[in-house]
């Protein structure tokens, strides 16, 4: 009898590991998401499903890994996913709701420890009906089929981290402000800022998106060197402004804060928040330099790939080539130091160096990119002397297509 027993309870662990009754909410298949060494915040996610015949909410979570449990959800703003703190997860009646990456998921902030694969971390819920419940999560790696609901979100990310060389520091506050020891008045003071600055932060990113797009369709559309002159010049003062605007948002942080705990947000900035190098060959790596550095499309890439259907003539075949030899070192060495500029921008940024020097790294940036954008309109300009009419607008429809 005895063994029949404990056969009965193995097969009952068996069948429910992945599924937690709670009154009326079940959770099943719970896990978290593992990261990389060095990071410190992490997510949960499950389904949640209510057999009873009332609304049931997840009202809160916690855990003993993780320092600050929030729940969390991804909403569509200002044309970008942006994720914010809720009070509340409801499931509706005979319902389910999915707590899953771009959606509705439960942040582990501070993590005690770092977490891999395998991993089980044990997570308490509480319900508004009043129950609450143990569940035991596994560590996974989430492949990209997962990822999918979040793939705005992170194109949101880069082209913030395209626009915008200074460390975000308010994303530390917003995500791990519970390890900085704030008072609630500082916690007011901090919020009211946020809440002030991001209109216009928002819009310069926009700003600087479309402009880069008008200059990309200048380019294609044969619009004079002057009228890119003026677009460039635009794109510019808005990424100086954002520069400033971020200087002045570190500024703020250093009124509102101790030097104790400014220097707390530049670790976790480090720890968490910079910009992670990715493993590419030299091809993948110049592409991704020169998509960064130049807004401006690259025709030159049609005359290398397909020259063979533009019927080229054996004396333009040479001066393309011979400009393409000309212009390619110094084209390279430009992009090189921006990208170089930027990088003193950012440690400036965190080293705490005053406003004049970040002000004057931030001009040298703008005049490299100015340089940038015009060598490249030459670069079209020359090429379409080069070509007659029909061979260039041959190159024109190859490119869109490419």
Sequence with gaps: ???????????????????TFA??????????????????????????????????????????????????EHVHEDGMM???????ISVAPKGD??????????????????????DVITINL?????????????????????????????????????????????AVFKMMGDQLDLTDEQKSKLKAGIAERSPKVNELYASIKNLEKEIYEA???????????????????????LIKGKAGCRESAKEVLNDKQFQKVVELYRANRMPKPTKMDAVQAKAKLMKHVNPLPNL???????????????????????WRDERGPVTQKLATTIVKLEVE??????????????DQLADSIMQSRVKMIRGKTLCRDNMKRILDNKQYAKVIALYKKM
């Excluded at 009898?1 to 599924?19: C, D, E, N, P, R």
């Design 23 to 72: 009154k009326g909410v079940m959770v099943d298949d719970p896990y978290v998401r593992a990261i990389p060494p060095g990071q410190t915040i992490s997510a949960a996610f499950m389904m949640l499903k209510n057999d009873s015949d009332k609304v049931i909410d997840l009202i809160k979570a916690t855990s003993d890994s993780a320092k600050n449990v929030e729940l969390h």
């Design 97 to 118: 709701t999915a707590l899953k990456p771009g959606g509705y998921h439960i942040m582990l902030i501070g993590l005690v420890k770092h977490i891999q694969p395998k």
């Design 345 to 358: 921008l950012l440690e400036a940024a965190l080293n705490n160096e005053p406003v004049a020097k970040i």
């Design 126 to 170: 509480e319900f508004s009906d009043g129950s609450k419940q143990e569940i035991r999560a596994e560590v996974k790696k989430i492949m990209m089929g997962m990822m999918k609901g979040k793939m705005s979100m992170k194109k949101g990310m880069k082209f913030k981290q395209h626009a915008n060389p200074m460390p975000n520091l308010m």
């Design 219 to 241: 380019t294609l559309n044969s619009e004079s060197l002057n009228k890119i002159d003026q677009l460039a010049d635009k794109l510019m003062q808005a990424r100086l402004a």
């Design 300 to 322: 030159m890439q049609v005359v290398k790939k397909r020259a063979d259907q533009l019927n080229l003539s054996k004396q333009q075949a040479t001066d393309l080539k011979k």
């Design 1 to 19: 009898m005895k063994s029949i027993i404990q056969l009965t309870l193995a097969l009952g662990v068996l069948l429910f590991s992945g599924l």
């Design 82 to 88: 942006k994720m914010r703190q809720i009070s509340k």
